[in-house]
């Protein structure tokens, strides 16, 4: 029997850079080692677009804030494809 990593109450909910498994608390799109590495700019268009309580559902999740998410995503992607090692 394989035991779970996480107890079975909280639902794990990982950084949504690609290929990155850390956990992080459900209000953060991303582990702090990679929000880092999402330009300024991006930076401020993710915060200035979350609604509070959009992580639990009692906040809609903008089309704005969607965007603002897949771009900051596939800025570290691009950050990362480009320095390897
Ligand atoms: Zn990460």
């Known amino acids: ?4 990593r996480f107890p079975a ?5 990982t950084c949504h850079a690609r290929g990155c498994t ?9 582990c702090p080692r990679h929000w880092r590495r ?6 401020a268009r993710v915060l200035a ?4 309580g959009q992580e639990a559902g009692r906040a809609p999740v903008t089309a704005a804030w969607r965007e603002a ?4 995503i596939e800025a570290v992607a691009a950050v990362e494809g480009g320095a390897r090692g």
């Open 49 to 52: 677009t979350y609604q509070p």
């Open 1 to 4: 029997m394989i035991a779970p």
């Open 38 to 43: 999402v330009p300024a700019p991006l930076r």
């Open 22 to 30: 850390t956990p992080v608390a459900r209000c953060m799109l991303m």
């Open 9 to 13: 109450a909280r639902v794990e909910h």
């Open 69 to 72: 998410a897949a771009a900051a």
